[in-house]
């Protein structure tokens, strides 16, 4: 079982991710670490890690972020495999639940969970996200995308939060997309050419919003990056007016929202 993290300038978030990672109950655990240039300090506290499951590897500084999640991923021996930004944390047994998820379900290529959003601080924003449209169990890769399609947002969530098995992974790589924010959204949907998508909706971890985070500092782009993946969707699935309809306001609703929340964050000082 291997966990990646593709880091570039992660301080001062970067311990607390990495020590939730350690504290996992899962016996098995490699642990990927790849920088990709930092200067605030990140490398050395990677370099002062003593933990036997750790390897720190070093890609070309300016190689970008895509890049650097390819090579951490490529890197990787696990069978399962769960890849990690620098700022997230996951809960003590959200490993082990999700193996257990996908070795107990034939044909499932990748398992996520609902999380919840934590502001600059650790502080609770927002309980139970994600996973909308989508109950508990195994969904072919046609009801994942209707149900993001429909929501106007991802609601598989970010990659910390899923779990692949390494072969449908490493068989989609590099990590590609047209849009930058959707960088997992396309990998989910190529993933999901190879099998079924397990939900449990018991949250298992906590992504974190904060200055630096690429969903706050792109935050202008969300719609127009979204909407071209709807474009993509309508061309391949064909989709009913009324689902057009509902995908055209959801992710109208989606961004709104989510450029309205971060004004108010921080005006409050979360971030």
């Known amino acids: 079982m291997s966990v990646v993290v593709p880091v570039l300038n992660g301080m001062p978030y970067l311990p607390t991710t990495i020590d939730s ?8 655990l490699e642990v990927v670490l790849s920088d990709g240039g ?18 720190l590897m070093q890609v070309p500084p300016g190689i970008g972020m895509a890049a650097n999640w390819t090579a951490a991923t490529e890197a990787a021996t696990g069978v399962f495999i769960k890849a990690m930004s620098q700022d997230d944390v996951i809960d003590a047994d959200l490993i082990a639940r ?3 998820a996908l070795e107990r379900t034939p044909g499932s290529v990748m398992v996520t969970a609902r999380r919840h959003i934590i502001d600059a601080r650790g502080r609770l924003l927002f309980r139970n996200r994600g996973c909308s449209g989508l109950g508990d169990g195994a969904h072919d890769r046609a009801a994942v995308l209707r149900a993001c399609f429909r ?8 990659p910390f939060i899923v779990l692949f098995r390494r072969e449908a992974l490493l068989s989609t790589m590099p990590w590609d997309s047209p849009e930058l924010l959707l960088l997992d959204l ?12 397990v939900v449990e909706r ?19 782009r969300q719609l127009d990056d979204f909407r071209a993946w709807q474009g993509r969707y309508v061309e ?19 961004a709104t929202l989510r450029r309205v929340s971060y004004r108010v964050l921080r005006l409050r000082g979360a971030f």
Do not use: C, K
Not at 21 to 27: A, G, N, V
Not at 236 to 254: I, L
């Open 21 to 28: 990672i350690l504290q996992q109950s899962h016996r098995t």
């Open 236 to 254: 391949e699935m064909h989709p009913a007016t009324w689902d057009r309809v509902r995908g055209h306001v959801g992710s109208w609703t989606q």
């Open 202 to 220: 018991r949250a298992g971890g906590s992504f974190r919003v904060s200055a630096s985070s690429a969903s706050t500092t792109l935050a202008h």
């Open 186 to 197: 396309v990998q989910y949907d190529r993933v999901l050419v190879h099998g079924s998508a």
């Open 151 to 158: 929501n106007g947002t991802n609601v598989v969530g970010e």
């Open 98 to 100: 999700q193996v257990a």
């Open 38 to 55: 930092s200067t605030d300090g990140s490398l050395e506290y990677l370099r002062s890690l003593d933990d036997d499951r750790i390897r």
